[in-house]
C-alpha cells in the first residue's frame, strides 16, 4: 500500500510564497507520475502542475512562470514552489501519485491568499 503525506499550505497574503511537499511511503518500486492538483469552493478540481517518471513537467496555464514543481526521487518526494500567489490561487491542494498505474491521492492541504 501507498500513502501520500502533504504539508506547507497556509494562509500567505497576495505576492507572497508557499512550498508544498509530498512524501510518499509504502512499497514504493515504479512511480509513473507525480503531481498538485487543486479544488476551489463551488469548482472542479483542476491539475496545477505534475512531473512524469522522465522528468518531465506540465502546468496549468494560469501557474506557469509562478509555480514550480520539482521532486526527490530517493525521498520519493514532490515539491511545489508557488511565487506571486493571488487570491485565485486560493482552493485545497492535493497530491496525486501514479504508481504502477494506480492513482493515489494525498489528504488535502488548504492555501488561502489574503488580497
Known amino acids: 500500500q501507498v500513502q501520500l503525506v502533504e504539508s506547507g499550505g497556509g494562509l500567505v497574503q497576495a505576492g507572497g510564497s508557499l512550498r508544498l511537499s509530498c512524501a510518499a511511503s509504502?512499497?514504493?518500486?515504479?512511480?509513473?507520475?507525480m503531481g498538485w492538483y487543486r479544488q476551489a469552493p463551488g469548482k472542479q478540481r483542476e491539475l496545477v502542475a505534475g512531473?512524469?517518471?522522465?522528468?518531465?513537467?506540465n502546468y496549468a496555464d494560469s501557474v506557469k512562470g509562478r509555480f514550480t514543481i520539482s521532486r526527490d526521487s530517493a525521498k520519493n518526494t514532490v515539491y511545489l514552489q508557488m511565487n506571486s500567489l493571488k487570491p485565485e490561487d486560493t482552493a485545497v491542494y492535493y497530491c496525486?501519485?501514479?504508481?504502477?498505474?494506480?492513482?493515489?491521492w494525498g489528504q488535502g492541504t488548504q492555501v488561502t491568499v489574503s488580497s
Open positions: 512531473i512524469t517518471s522522465g522528468g518531465s513537467t
Open positions: 509504502g512499497s514504493i518500486f515504479s512511480i509513473n507520475f
Open positions: 496525486n501519485l501514479v504508481h504502477d498505474w494506480t492513482n493515489y
